[in-house]
Structure formats: structure tokens, C-alpha cells
T-cell receptor, first 113, second 111 residues
Framework: GESVGLHLPTLSVQEGDNSIINCAYS??????FIWYKQESGKGPQFIID?????DKRQGQRVTVLLNKTVKHLSLQIAATQPGDSAVYFC????????????FGPGTRLSVLP | EAQVTQNPRYLITVTGKKLTVTCSQN?????MSWYRQDPGLGLRQIYY???????DKGDVPEGYKVSRKEKRNFPLILESPSPNQTSLYFC??????????FGPGTRLTVL
């Protein structure tokens, strides 16, 4: 069936380094993707989104890359900080209208001092 | 402050005792949704609503009901809760074509 997944369940990076979190999706018709950050005890927090007519979008310290050819999404975090430690989810909108998201299981990012 | 609120934040109940978890948003969003989050399974959509009086099933709707009588509110109803509904529940809202914004979560335990 259709699914959104992550290549790595955990990722440890040194403070100040760049982080890359990956996500594979299976529905080639999906046209909208979102990255969320979830800290312990909190709800998912929107980070950045991208539509299928783009292959790159930048925010503050974050960049999302979309490769539709291989159905791959990545989140890059520049100069990773301790406050970036969290679980990161990618989400894929399966419908062409309205919203019907499926979420990946998440990657836990740990920032080492 | 723009936000999604849920109540209660924590609830312990017993099998078969009907309960309602409320969700409210103050952003005038058309779209609202309920998810459950379980270890190792990620977020799974229960129900969603694209506007007032319009609701549809998500991936795991069994055992749940919803209603959307007002744009700002989207309560989740468990008519007869069972232990397998013990989970962390999130409500979310969005514009029709924008990112979803999540509430703080409701941790439900059904004994």
C-alpha cells in the first residue's frame, strides 16, 4: 500500500554540524509534503513544506529537498543546535484536493555536545 | 494567539464508558483532523473534516465518531472505549491547502 517512510530511525550529530533526515514516499501522485518536529510531550510542530512543482525550499536554518524521480524527501538542518533534538516526521498529502496526510514513523535526532 | 486546544490533556477511564475529547481552533481553518499516535506506528489519521458538516474516515476510524457542527470545534467521541484505544491523540487544523497545526495532545488510558 501507499506509505511514507524514513531511512534511519535515529540520527546522532555533533552540535554545530549539519543534519540530514531522509524520507521515502511511494505515491507518485502526492503533491504536497511537510516536515514536522515533535519534542517530548508536545504536539508536532510545522517546520517547512514543499509542493511538487518545486525541488527545493529554504527556511531559517532548514532546507527541504524533493526528488520526484526517486520519490525522496530530505530535511537539512544547518548548524544543528541542542534545541533541535526531537523526532522529525515527514508527511505526504495523498489527495489532489483537500488534505489526507500519511506520516512516516519518525527519525529521532540527538545532538551531541 | 493562534492555536489548537484540546481537552482534557490526560484522561483515565474504564472500558465502555463514553467519553468526548474536545478540539477547538481559533484560526478560522476549514480543515480539521484527529490522529492517534502509538509507539512504532507514528501518527495515524482517525477522521477528518473539510468543513462544517463534512466529515470523512481516515485510516483508523473504527470505534470513533466525530462531528463538525461549528467551524472552530471538532470533538472526538468514543462511544464505548476499549483498552486498544489507549493512545496519544492529536487534533490538527489547517486551511484547505496549507500545513496542519497540531494541538498539544490528549493522553488517554482505557482500563
Amino acid at each position: 500500500g501507499e506509505s511514507v517512510g524514513l531511512h534511519l530511525p535515529t540520527l546522532s550529530v555533533q552540535e554545530g554540524d549539519n543534519s540530514i533526515i531522509n524520507c521515502a514516499y511511494s505515491n507518485s501522485a502526492s503533491d504536497y509534503f511537510i516536515w514536522y518536529k515533535q519534542e517530548s510531550g508536545k504536539g508536532p510542530q510545522f517546520i517547512i513544506d514543499i509542493r511538487s512543482n518545486m525541488d527545493k525550499r529554504q527556511g531559517q536554518r532548514v532546507t527541504v529537498l524533493l526528488n520526484k524521480t526517486v520519490k525522496h524527501l530530505s530535511l537539512q538542518i544547518a548548524a544543528t543546535q541542542p534545541g533541535d533534538s526531537a523526532v522529525y516526521f515527514c508527511a505526504e498529502n495523498r489527495k489532489n484536493y483537500g488534505q489526507n496526510f500519511v506520516f512516516g514513523p519518525g527519525t529521532r535526532l540527538s545532538v551531541l555536545p | 494567539e493562534a492555536q489548537v486546544t484540546q481537552n482534557p490533556r490526560y484522561l483515565i477511564t474504564v472500558t465502555g464508558k463514553k467519553l468526548t475529547v474536545t478540539c477547538s481552533q481559533n484560526m478560522n481553518h476549514e480543515y480539521m483532523s484527529w490522529y492517534r499516535q502509538d509507539p512504532g506506528l507514528g501518527l495515524r489519521q482517525i477522521y477528518y473534516s473539510m468543513n462544517v458538516e463534512v466529515t470523512d474516515k481516515g485510516d483508523v476510524p473504527e470505534g470513533y465518531k466525530v462531528s463538525r457542527k461549528e467551524k472552530r470545534n471538532f470533538p472526538l467521541i468514543l462511544e464505548s472505549p476499549s483498552p486498544n484505544q489507549t493512545s496519544l491523540y492529536f487534533c490538527a487544523s489547517s486551511r484547505t491547502d496549507g500545513p496542519q497545526y497540531f494541538g498539544p495532545g490528549t493522553r488517554l488510558t482505557v482500563l
